[in-house]
T-cell receptor
Framework: EADIYQTPRYLVIGTGKKITLECSQT?????MYWYQQDPGMELHLIHY???????EKGDLSSESTVSRIRTEHFPLTLESARPSHTSQYLCASSEFQISDTQYFGPGTRLTVL | AQSVAQPEDQVNVAEGNPLTVKCTYS??????LFWYVQYPNRGLQFLLKYITGDNLVKGSYGFEAEFNKSQTSFHLKKPSALVSDSALYFC?????????????FGSGTRLSIRP
């Protein structure tokens, strides 16, 4: 089991609220990722980071933002949640190796009413 | 363009029978290939990967995958299916073109094992 944690696991929130999804890993991995996944569907990369102070947008446009102030921590923030943001958000990390095996957290299921 | 395809949305197998979940890929150069499994309300779990070497790769929970360069395939297999193998399976390939160091995931195959 990978040492990567996400909180909260489930969140139900009203439209317009600001939310932060937490992701932490204790493996010392340089690279971290955020994916968005509708239930039972494919994954879409929305943000990634190569290390501290490095953040990049992924393949799927997202209104969320991320920060990487510490190696182990990669939070995702939505300034104003909308029903279209309802989804599962998965965090992952990997070492800086050519094989790049990614290890995933348990996910946060977000519902915006 | 680099991509990975899982041609079956769903695979149904009786418990005890062998199972195969199909995956084909398209990459520039040598592929780095992965299989992940996702159980309900969970994140993805790494099963196995192919980097180089033997074409038959063994992974977790009795799964194995066969790399076939001529057919550009990386099918996931298990000799005898268990009901507990029922889950969503993702094939993935390392993106070797972009500088972003990403993994490209397939659309997923739902495996259902009936008792």
């Amino acid at each position: 089991e990978a040492d990567i944690y996400q909180t909260p696991r489930y969140l139900v929130i009203g439209t317009g609220k600001k939310i932060t999804l937490e992701c932490s890993q204790t493996m010392g991995h340089d690279k971290m990722y955020w994916y968005q996944q509708d239930p039972g569907m494919e994954l879409h990369l929305i943000h990634y980071s190569y290390g501290v102070n490095s953040t990049e947008k992924g393949d799927l446009s997202s209104e969320s933002t991320v920060s990487r102030i510490r190696t182990e921590h990669f939070p995702l923030t939505l300034e104003s949640a909308r029903p279209s943001h309802t989804s599962q958000y998965l965090c992952a990390s990997s070492e800086f190796q050519i094989s790049d095996t990614q290890y995933f957290g348990p996910g946060t299921r977000l519902t915006v009413l | 363009a680099q991509s990975v395809a899982q041609p079956e949305d769903q695979v149904n197998v009786a418990e005890g029978n062998p199972l195969t979940v199909k995956c084909t890929y398209s990459v520039s150069g040598n592929p780095y290939l992965f299989w992940y499994v996702q159980y309900p309300n969970r994140g993805l779990q790494f099963l196995l990967k192919y980097i180089t070497g033997d074409n038959l790769v063994k992974g977790s929970y009795g799964f194995e995958a066969e790399f076939n360069k001529s057919q550009t395939s990386f099918h996931l297999k298990k000799p005898s299916a268990l009901v507990s193998d029922s889950a969503l399976y993702f094939c993935a390939v390392r993106d070797m073109v972009s500088s972003a160091s990403k993994i490209i995931f397939g659309s997923g195959t739902r495996l259902s094992i009936r008792p």
